[in-house]
């Protein structure tokens, strides 16, 4: 059921309601370098829609932990996944899988795409999608570019392999050197201005780092955002998945 829920027809959505959500206002969110989701819908706002994104993983440092929250909570996230995290992670990236959460492709080796020639473009994204195939049994149809730089021939060739890119629109910024106090406004920026323009959210967060090598990088700030992100009661959770869907439904 899970595999059919990130392989099926998803995609086929397409149309213009997805692209609907997009702010033009800022780089994350601008149509300008090729169209992506950004978040669904928000129609009560007073109970923020979240959905809460994991980049840069598995790392068997953060990872566990994160998943021992999510699941605490019942709350189903999306795993932007690196191949090469995959690769070398593949049991932990099974458990990802086998908890129910929606995987997504952050391509092999973390490259800025948008200064990629088209080759490598291809090569980064097919590598994913065939790592998180072979290894993990699902195809991903989610793809976050990293540090989402993108042209808008990054975007057709991603949606060629029946991949919808997603960027969003509340970040914790959990790669700079702040606490997760500060970490937590950020994201509460976002939370409180989505639902005024009639949107809901989709957190940037990151269980790994496209540096970690073999001492992985410490996540232990955004663990601790997403413990009071899932602490509070008034939040949905969702995942860009389910957007797609009820689009195309
Ligand atoms: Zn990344």
Redesign the pocket.
């Known amino acids: 059921m899970r595999k059919l829920l990130q392989t099926g027809a998803v995609l086929a959505a397409g149309g213009a309601l997805v692209y609907g959500y997009l702010n033009g206002s800022r780089a994350s969110t601008s149509a300008f370098f090729g169209r992506a989701l950004v978040a669904g819908p928000e129609t009560t706002p007073a109970t923020p829609t979240v959905a809460l994104t994991y ?2 993983g598995p790392s068997p440092r953060n990872t566990p932990a994160l998943l021992d929250l999510l699941a605490e909570h019942s709350v189903r996230a999306t795993f ?1 996944m ?1 191949g090469s995290h995959i690769r070398s992670h593949t049991a932990l990236a099974r458990r990802v899988v086998a908890a129910g959460h929606v995987i997504g492709n ?1 391509t092999v080796t ?1 490259p800025n795409l948008a200064h990629c020639l088209p080759g490598r473009v291809r090569r980064e994204l097919e590598g994913c999608q065939m790592l998180a195939e072979d290894l993990l049994g699902v195809t991903p149809v989610l793809f ?1 570019p ?2 989402g730089a993108r042209r808008p021939d990054v975007v057709r060739t991603a949606r060629r392999m029946g991949l919808t890119p997603v960027l969003w629109n509340a970040v914790a910024q959990d790669w700079l050197d702040i606490d997760a106090a500060a970490m937590l406004r950020n994201v509460d920026r976002g939370l409180t201005a989505n639902p005024k323009v009639g949107r809901a959210s989709t957190v940037l967060m ?1 269980d790994g780092s ?1 540096l970690d090598r073999n001492l992985p990088l410490s996540r232990t700030d955004t663990l601790e955002v997403t413990k009071r992100l899932l602490q509070r009661n008034k939040n949905r959770f969702t995942t860009p998945l389910e957007w797609l869907s009820n689009v195309q439904n």
Do not use: A, I, L, W
Request: charged letters at 25%.
């Open positions: 980049d840069d932007f690196m952050h973390h976050r990293p540090y990151h496209q």
